[in-house]
């Protein structure tokens, strides 16, 4: 595995540790953010290294969703939800 792929897999480590006890729901929802961006750019240099466009289409399905996932959590978030 080259060099700056596994930079960017040992950097997830620390949005997934943040993701998994963040103080608050907003950090949560950026730690997240943050590794599904880092997940879409080893698709993509793994779509590189192979040289599979399949892959550049599943990056961007992938990018999509979390997009749309992170709009929909941070309106349920504004609007006063998870609180117990």
Request: hydrophobic fraction near 55%; glycine fraction near 8%; include cysteine.
């Amino acid at each position: 595995m080259p060099l700056v792929e596994t930079l960017i897999i040992i950097s997830l480590v620390p949005a997934l540790v943040l993701l998994w006890r963040g103080p608050t729901a907003w950090d949560r929802l950026l730690a997240y953010n943050t590794a599904s961006n880092r997940i879409v750019i080893v698709i993509c240099l793994f779509a590189v290294a192979t040289r599979k466009a399949f892959y550049l289409d599943v990056a961007v399905g992938y990018a999509a969703l979390s997009f749309l996932g992170v709009v929909i959590i941070s309106r349920f978030l504004e609007r006063g939800g998870g609180h117990r």
